[in-house]
T-cell receptor, first 117, second 117 residues
Framework: DTAVSQTPKYLVTQMGNDKSIKCEQN?????MYWYKQDSKKFLKIMFS???????INETVPNRFSPKSPDKAHLNLHINSLELGDSAVYFC????????????????FGPGTRLTVL | AQKITQTQPGMFVQEKEAVTLDCTYD???????LFWYKQPSSGEMIFLIY??????QNATEGRYSLNFQKARKSANLVISASQLGDSAMYFC??????????????FGAGTRLFVKA
């Protein structure tokens, strides 16, 4: 009964490959996010979706493409992987609604450690 | 400009003592939320405590309390009676409200806490 789940937990791949990370939440939340945590532990938002609609896209290379098939899922597809993409990627969700943002706690998935060789 | 500042990269505390982790923030939005997360060595992000900008009282959750000083724009986390299991990275975060577009949470650089036996 995990609240926010991500698969896979670890992903090791070669430069140039395409890979996907899946995220699912069973909390009934309206908003989902992808974050990237670099080797210095700095956590930065990449994307946010509210009810399947993209609302935040933070200067992320267009090799990264999020897809939200429904409110409970937000997947991240990465094309042509580069060494600099190595990081931990966190999915999160919150109850945030468009007219009352800024007040709801985000719950994080366990993270996916991506290593690009 | 940095919106969330955590000035202590690392802190040591003796077991059973209290410790304060500093966090200052910068926003002109009247509505915002402040959060603290814990990231143990296992990597997951654990929500600890939330303070809303309009909340009159400081938030408390068990051994965690948030010392909210709005005029100073500070939101320090106080952990009372430290335990060995409190050793982790702690992140302060802010989410601005509707006037700033909402939805985007900004994280500080983190403070690594070491609890000594």
């Amino acid at each position: 009964d995990t609240a926010v789940s991500q698969t896979p937990k670890y992903l090791v791949t070669q430069m140039g490959n395409d890979k996907s990370i899946k995220c699912e939440q069973n909390l009934g939340h309206d908003t989902m996010y992808w974050y990237k945590q670099d080797s210095k532990k700095f956590l930065k938002i990449m994307f946010s979706y509210n009810n399947k609609e993209l609302i935040i896209n933070e200067t992320v290379p267009n090799r990264f493409s999020p897809k939200s098939p429904d409110k409970a899922h937000l997947n991240l597809h990465i094309n042509s992987l580069e060494l600099g993409d190595s990081a931990v990627y966190f999915c999160a969700s919150s109850h945030e609604k468009r007219h009352t943002p800024g007040t709801d706690t985000q719950y994080f998935g366990p993270g996916t450690r991506l290593t690009v060789l | 400009a940095q919106k969330i500042t955590q000035t202590q990269p690392g802190m040591f505390v003796q077991e059973k003592e209290a410790v304060t982790l500093d966090c200052t923030y910068d926003t002109s939005d009247p509505s915002y939320g402040l959060f603290w997360y814990k990231q143990p060595s296992s990597g997951e992000m654990i929500f600890l405590i939330y303070q809303g900008s309009y909340d009159q009282q400081n938030a408390t959750e068990g051994r965690y309390s948030l010392n909210f000083q709005k005029a100073r724009k500070s939101a320090n986390l106080v952990i009372s009676a430290s335990q060995l299991g409190d050793s982790a990275m702690y992140f302060c975060a802010m989410r601005e409200g509707f006037h700033s577009g909402g939805f985007k949470t900004i994280f500080g650089a983190g403070t690594r806490l070491f609890v000594k036996a």
